[in-house]
Structure formats: structure tokens, C-alpha cells
């Protein structure tokens, strides 16, 4: 990150714990360190009713959590950032290593990470429950999601995730307010999931 970089997040950091000391809702503030998703700072809203593509800052279950803080994937605490890719109702399978919801191909998983050690694996086609969701980062070969974990429970959202000041590109040059881009396969799970029902 660049020096300026640096000042403007204190900045908008700072501005966000004053805001949030003058109006009746918390605003909260989440600073995405993973490569998963486009470094930077986010807002979080609520998500009541996530709908497909929706980026979202999710508490992963403790077995999950642990397993993640244990290979150092994650610091103990931190949420994931992650795109619904599957609401109740719709199917998600894992063929080897390729993943597909209502047939749509989202991206292939990996058999081991950066450090060569086998990842978790899940074969076969689930139906998404009512309160689970299907995650996935299609768009980001390496993201650790439901390529390798399946759906898990809803009740983990902390809410929707809105870019306020990221590096999109991966570059060091950190915007205000990126347009959220979204990769075209996912992009075509959309109309279809529309008329699927939302996690309470």
C-alpha cells in the first residue's frame, strides 16, 4: 500500500468510529487484509434477505473457524468475505474438482494449498436447506469457500459488504467506492435465484 494509501484508510477509519458516535445505527467498519476479496475497508449493512452474488462478511462456524486460524488462514476473530452463490432451494455440486450450481460451472477447486497441504474435500450434489447458504469466490482461483466447506448456516452473516475504500486491482492504487464487479458465470445464476426464497 502506498503512503498515501495509508493516511487516507486512518482517515476514513477514524471518520467512521466518529460518525458511528453521532448516529442512532452503528456504522461498522471491516478492513479486508485477504486476498479473496479486494483489500480495503468495506461497510457493512444489513443483509436480511442476501440474494446471489451479494458480497458478505460472514462469522465462520467454530469447527470451520478453527480449522482456518489453525492453518493460519484467517487471525483468530476475523470474518470472511464471500459471495453468495447459492440460496435455499438451489442445487450445488461438486464433481471432482469442479463446482456447478443448477448446473451453471462456477470454477474448479484446488487439491492443496500455497504450503502443499491437502485440502478439505466434499464430492456429490447438495440442495441448499432453508437458513444455509452456498459461498464462493468465483472469480478468485486460490479463495477458500464453499469449493471446499459446502453451505454452511446463515445465522453466521454479519451483513453485506460495501466497498468504501479498496485496491481493486490488486495493485496499491486504493479507491473510493468500487463499482462491485461480478464474474460473468456467477452473473448468470442471477435471474434464476431471483425467484428462489431468501435465508430469513
Known amino acids: 500500500m502506498t503512503r498515501f494509501?495509508?493516511?487516507?484508510?486512518?482517515?476514513?477509519?477514524?471518520?467512521?468510529?466518529?460518525?458511528?458516535?453521532?448516529v442512532p445505527v452503528p456504522v461498522k467498519l471491516v478492513w479486508n487484509a485477504s486476498a479473496s476479496a479486494p483489500i480495503g475497508l468495506y461497510e457493512i449493512e444489513p443483509a436480511h434477505h442476501p440474494a446471489v452474488t451479494d458480497l458478505l462478511a460472514v462469522?465462520?462456524?467454530?469447527?470451520?473457524?478453527?480449522?482456518m486460524v489453525e492453518r493460519g488462514y484467517i487471525g483468530q476473530g476475523v470474518p470472511l468475505m464471500k459471495r453468495v452463490m447459492a440460496l435455499?432451494?438451489?442445487?450445488?455440486c461438486r464433481t471432482g474438482l469442479h463446482i456447478s450450481v443448477d448446473g451453471v460451472p462456477l470454477g474448479d477447486a484446488l487439491d492443496r494449498d500455497r504450503k502443499g497441504r491437502p485440502l478439505p474435500v466434499w464430492q456429490g450434489c447438495r440442495r441448499i436447506e432453508r437458513g444455509d447458504l452456498f459461498l464462493m469466490n468465483p472469480d478468485v482461483r486460490?479463495?477458500?469457500?464453499?469449493?471446499?466447506?459446502?453451505?454452511?448456516?446463515?445465522?453466521?452473516v454479519i451483513?453485506?459488504?460495501?466497498?468504501?475504500?479498496?485496491?481493486?486491482?490488486?495493485?496499491g492504487r486504493f479507491i473510493w467506492r468500487?463499482?462491485?464487479?461480478?464474474?460473468?458465470?456467477?452473473?448468470?445464476?442471477?435471474?434464476?435465484?431471483?425467484?428462489?426464497?431468501s435465508c430469513p
Do not use: C, H, N, W
Request: proline share 10%; hydrophobic share 40%.
Open 5 to 22: 494509501g495509508y493516511v487516507m484508510v486512518t482517515y476514513f477509519t477514524t471518520m467512521g468510529v466518529v460518525i458511528a458516535s453521532f
Open 88 to 92: 435455499p432451494g438451489q442445487e450445488v
Open 159 to 171: 451483513g453485506r459488504a460495501i466497498p468504501l475504500y479498496t485496491d481493486e486491482a490488486g495493485d
Open 178 to 197: 468500487a463499482a462491485v464487479a461480478v464474474a460473468t458465470p456467477a452473473s448468470s445464476l442471477t435471474t434464476a435465484s431471483s425467484r428462489r426464497t
Open 142 to 156: 486460490d479463495s477458500l469457500d464453499g469449493r471446499y466447506f459446502g453451505p454452511i448456516p446463515a445465522r453466521g
Open 59 to 67: 462469522r465462520p462456524p467454530k469447527p470451520l473457524a478453527d480449522f
